[in-house]
C-alpha cells in the first residue's frame, strides 16, 4: 500500500537558520511527490514538486526538496528561515493514471519559527 | 497559474438543515475533482472523488447518502452536507487538476469553514 510518513509532527527553528521537513514515502513504482503549505483557515499552496525529471527540486520561497529513491525520501529544505515561513507543511504523493489519480497527504509537519 | 475557487468560505447553519459547497476551477477543465475534510491540527482525509458525468467514488467509511456528490460539467463540483449534525462541523477542501496536462500538481480551493449548531 502507499503511504506518506512525516517524520515530525512538530519543528521549530529560530529566524535565519535552516530549514529541513522529512518525508517519507512507500511505493511500488515512482510517484509523483509535492509539497504543500497551508497557512491557518486557508487552502492549499503548492511549495514545489518532483516528477522523474531533476532529482532536486526547487520551489518558491526559497524552498527545494531532494528525490532520493534509495532512502525512498522527499525532504524540504530551506536555508533560512524567515517568520513568514510558520505553517502546516504537507508531503503529498501522487498515485494512479495521469491527472485522476489519488493525492495521498502525509501528517502534516507545523513549523514554527522563532524570533 | 490555475485557480479553484470554492464557495462559501464560512457557513453556519443548523443541525438537521443541509449545505452546499461549490468547488469551480476556473481556468481549467476538470473530469475529476476531490473533496477532503480536515479536522483541527490534523491532515485531510480524502472523502470522494468527483467524476463529471458519472457517481462519485467514495472512501470507506465516508457516507454516500450524507455527503452528496454531483459533478455535472468539467468545471463545477458540489459537495451536499445533508441533514447537518455538530459533528459534521469541519473544514471541506476540493481539489482539482487540469486534465489535458500531464503530471501538474493539484489546485486547492480555499476551503470552506462549517458549523453546524
Known amino acids: 500500500a502507499q503511504s506518506v510518513t512525516q517524520l515530525d509532527s512538530h519543528v521549530s527553528v529560530s529566524e535565519g537558520t535552516p530549514v529541513l521537513l522529512r518525508c517519507n514515502y512507500s511505493?511500488?513504482?515512482?510517484?509523483?511527490l509535492f509539497w504543500y503549505v497551508q497557512h491557518p483557515n486557508k487552502g492549499l499552496q503548492l511549495l514545489l514538486k518532483?516528477?522523474?525529471?531533476?532529482?532536486l527540486v526547487k520551489g518558491i520561497n526559497g524552498f527545494e526538496a531532494e528525490f532520493k529513491k534509495s532512502e525512498t525520501s522527499f525532504h524540504l529544505t530551506k536555508p533560512s528561515a524567515h517568520m513568514s515561513d510558520a505553517a502546516e507543511y504537507f508531503c503529498?504523493?501522487?498515485?494512479?493514471?495521469?491527472?485522476?489519480?489519488?493525492?495521498?497527504f502525509g501528517q502534516g509537519t507545523t513549523l514554527q519559527v522563532k524570533p | 497559474g490555475a485557480v479553484v475557487s470554492q464557495h462559501p468560505s464560512r457557513v453556519i447553519c443548523k443541525s438537521g438543515t443541509s449545505v452546499k459547497i461549490e468547488c469551480r476551477s476556473l481556468?481549467?477543465?476538470?473530469?475529476?475533482m476531490f473533496w477532503y475534510r480536515q479536522f483541527p491540527k490534523k491532515s485531510l482525509m480524502l472523502m470522494a472523488t468527483?467524476?463529471?458525468?458519472?457517481?462519485?467514488?467514495?472512501e470507506q467509511g465516508v457516507e454516500k447518502d450524507k455527503f452528496l456528490i454531483n459533478h455535472a460539467s468539467l468545471t463545477l463540483s458540489t459537495l451536499t452536507v445533508t441533514s447537518a449534525h455538530p459533528e459534521d462541523s469541519s473544514f471541506y477542501i476540493c481539489?482539482?487538476?487540469?486534465?489535458?496536462?500531464?503530471?501538474?500538481?493539484?489546485?486547492f480551493g480555499q476551503g470552506t469553514r462549517l458549523t453546524v449548531v
Open positions: 481539489s482539482a487538476r487540469p486534465y489535458l496536462a500531464a503530471n501538474t500538481e493539484a489546485f
Open positions: 511505493s511500488s513504482y515512482s510517484p509523483s
Open positions: 518532483y516528477t522523474s525529471a531533476a532529482t
Open positions: 503529498v504523493v501522487s498515485y494512479g493514471s495521469g491527472n485522476t489519480g489519488k493525492l495521498i
Open positions: 481556468d481549467f477543465q476538470a473530469t475529476t
Open positions: 468527483s467524476n463529471e458525468g458519472s457517481k462519485a467514488t467514495y
